[in-house]
């Protein structure tokens, strides 16, 4: 496997998805001349201001309704605009020292996909029906879908010409200037697909960083066989909330010894929310321990991504059912932070991202940093991050009555107000606190 791209160490998402970002949900009209991509341009000193280093976009090529749905890699989506709209973005983007991720969706496409369109009028098995995938169904040989979704055709990627594909759509946008791609629903396509495409890419582009989405599964293998720099965290980021929820930190714990051993070859990407889950301020329970969520993620090794909204507290609950992503991948403002009340949400969890990412950058080697408990319990969990000679100790407290962590020596790093104004080494109920613990 590739070592990973230097300047990923130092790498902080900030993920927008477009669509809806910029008020083109599934449905919207294209309207030529609004260039609604623009929109993202009025948002990209926040993300400067607020610590991160790139901008992770969801899918902007062109597609029937939530992006997911491809009928053209090659193009704009025309409810976000054209190439120009692209290339002022990533030229505004790069111009204030952000990289540009892109959302690459190569399992499937849209069932209005020209390729797609002249295989169904071939029928399954036929010539002209080769890219696309077939099953075996109750009426005979049928085309393939994406998890049961009928708009969603699967690609065959066993099939030359699709790996030609993807390829060229990869090359084509690094050219154009992307640094990186999210490879979508990577858990669906056999990792061997991965393992002689990626190679083709990075001959042409060998600084760009590629994660895969993989929910389930053997993390390390599928890294090692695909050939990714990376795959999106989801055990972690399932044990964070949950354990937050039920005040049981030995989950988190558990999840953190497979976490370390993960570190031991590759970097995770990490996350406490995304656009395809319940926002985090929704997801813990108990809004004084939302802070507790945004430590860990600040302090665990991985390479770390902010959905767009979370700094803010926003709230959103994702459902199973269509148009049930709505309420998690809002519009924004399209004049930028000025544009909404309070930038958006609420101010104290806004700057609360801000301390908890300059302490990541000011201390870049927990991009590494693996962790070891230091006390234990279902209500207080303390551990060490330790990398490159460095260590930071972290205690969090889910509990209504104070503790004193051991080994605690003046005032920490980083605290909540009420656990900074003891100054004694004690954490407050319900509070956190991070203590540099020297080289």
């Given at each position: 496997m590739p070592a990973e791209p230097a300047w990923v160490h130092h790498a902080i998402w900030w993920q927008v998805y477009p669509l809806g970002f910029v008020g083109a949900h599934p449905g919207t009209a294209a309207t030529p001349g609004e260039h609604r991509l623009r929109r993202i341009?009025?948002?990209?000193?926040?993300?400067?201001?607020?610590?991160?280093?790139?901008?992770?976009?969801?899918?902007i090529f062109a597609s029937s309704s939530h992006g997911y749905d491809t009928v053209d890699h090659?193009?704009?989506?025309?409810?976000?605009?054209?190439?120009?709209?692209?290339?002022?973005?990533?030229?505004?983007?790069?111009?204030?020292?952000?990289?540009?991720?892109?959302?690459?969706?190569?399992?499937?496409?849209?069932?209005?996909?020209?390729?797609?369109q002249a295989a169904i009028a071939a029928g399954p098995g036929s010539p002209g029906a080769s890219w696309l995938a077939t099953e075996h169904g109750p009426e005979g040989l049928r085309f393939?879908?994406?998890?049961?979704?009928?708009?969603?055709?699967?690609?065959?990627?066993?099939?030359?010409?699709?790996?030609?594909?993807v390829v060229r759509v990869m090359v084509h946008w690094l050219d154009r200037g992307a640094d990186a791609w999210r490879l979508d629903a990577a858990y669906a396509v056999p990792p061997e697909f991965w393992a002689r495409v990626l190679p083709r890419v990075r001959a042409r582009?060998?600084?760009?960083?590629?994660?895969?989405?993989?929910?389930?599964?053997?993390?390390?293998?599928?890294?090692?066989?695909?050939?990714?720099?990376?795959?999106?965290?989801?055990?972690l980021w399932k044990a964070i909330w949950s354990s937050i929820n039920d005040r049981?930190?030995?989950?988190?714990?558990?999840?953190?010894?497979?976490?370390?051993?993960?570190?031991?070859?590759?970097?995770?990407?990490?996350?406490?929310?995304?656009?395809?889950?319940?926002?985090?301020?929704?997801?813990?329970?108990?809004?004084?321990?939302?802070?507790?969520?945004?430590?860990?993620?600040?302090?665990?090794?991985?390479?770390?991504?902010?959905?767009?909204?979370?700094?803010?507290?926003?709230?959103?609950v994702k459902e199973d059912r269509s148009g049930g992503d709505d309420a998690i991948r809002t519009e924004f403002a399209a004049t930028g932070p000025a544009g909404a009340?309070?930038?958006?949400?609420?101010?104290?969890?806004?700057?609360?991202?801000?301390?908890?990412?300059?302490?990541?950058?000011?201390?870049?080697?927990?991009?590494?940093?693996?962790?070891?408990?230091?006390?234990?319990?279902?209500?207080?969990?303390?551990?060490e991050a330790v990398g490159d000679g460095h260590r930071l100790l972290v205690a969090l407290n889910l509990g209504d009555h104070p503790f004193a962590p051991a080994g605690t020596d003046g005032q920490p790093l980083a605290a909540?107000?009420?656990?900074?104004?003891?100054?004694?080494?004690?954490?407050?109920?319900?509070?956190?606190?991070?203590?540099?613990?020297?080289?």
């Open positions: 341009v009025a948002w990209l000193d926040h993300a400067v201001e607020l610590g991160a280093s790139g901008i992770a976009l969801g899918p090659f193009r704009i989506d025309p409810r976000l605009g054209d190439d120009a709209d692209f290339d002022l973005l990533v030229a505004e983007a790069h111009g204030r020292g952000l990289r540009v991720q892109l959302d690459g969706v190569f399992n499937h496409v849209g069932r209005e996909h020209p390729r797609a393939a879908t994406f998890e049961g979704h009928d708009a969603l055709l699967a690609l065959n990627q066993a099939d030359p010409g699709v790996e030609d594909l582009h060998p600084d760009a960083w590629y994660v895969a989405e993989v929910i389930h599964g053997d993390y390390q293998a599928f890294v090692e066989h695909a050939g990714v720099d990376s795959v999106t965290q989801y055990e049981n930190f030995f989950e988190l714990d558990w999840a953190l010894s497979r976490h370390g051993r993960m570190l031991e070859s590759f970097v995770p990407a990490t996350f406490v929310g995304n656009h395809d889950v319940t926002r985090i301020a929704t997801r813990i329970t108990d809004p004084r321990h939302l802070a507790h969520a945004l430590v860990l993620l600040a302090t665990l090794g991985g390479t770390p991504t902010i959905y767009a909204g979370d700094e803010y507290g926003m709230h959103g009340p309070d930038g958006g949400g609420d101010a104290a969890i806004y700057r609360l991202h801000q301390r908890l990412i300059g302490l990541r950058r000011r201390h870049a080697w927990l991009h590494l940093a693996t962790t070891a408990p230091v006390e234990l319990r279902n209500e207080q969990y303390v551990y909540d107000d009420d656990t900074s104004s003891y100054g004694n080494g004690s954490v407050a109920p319900h509070g956190w606190a991070i203590w540099n613990g020297g080289a």
